[in-house]
């Protein structure tokens, strides 16, 4: 398990791509993910549908259960990727320019 620090207070949501465009047509029976403080404690737990909750600033660990008889099956998930949304507490402001010439 990797842990992920936040340096300050964030809305964060939780999502595996893999699984997250096959509710009724997955392969898999059920999922479940969680996510720990660095104490191991659960903080929050969500299913197949994302949601954002508000986290404080600390170092984070996310757990995912996913269930199905055939274990070939879930071996193929052991190197799937996650997602974490972010929702940044203030507005990121870039710079753009019309060509390359006036950047």
Known sequence: MKSHPLSQSLDV??????LCCQLYESPYEA?????FDAHKRLVTFGDY?????RLP???YEVRLQVRHSK?????KLR????????TLAAPVK???HWSRSGA
Request: aromatic fraction near 12%; hydrophobic fraction near 50%; charged fraction near 10%.
């Open 13 to 18: 949501s939780v999502r595996f791509p893999s």
């Open 31 to 35: 999922q479940l993910w969680a996510v």
């Open 49 to 53: 549908y994302p949601s954002a909750q």
């Open 57 to 59: 600033a600390g170092e």
């Open 71 to 75: 274990v070939e099956l879930l071996q």
């Open 79 to 86: 190197h799937m990727p996650m997602m974490l949304h972010l």
């Open 94 to 96: 870039l710079g753009f």
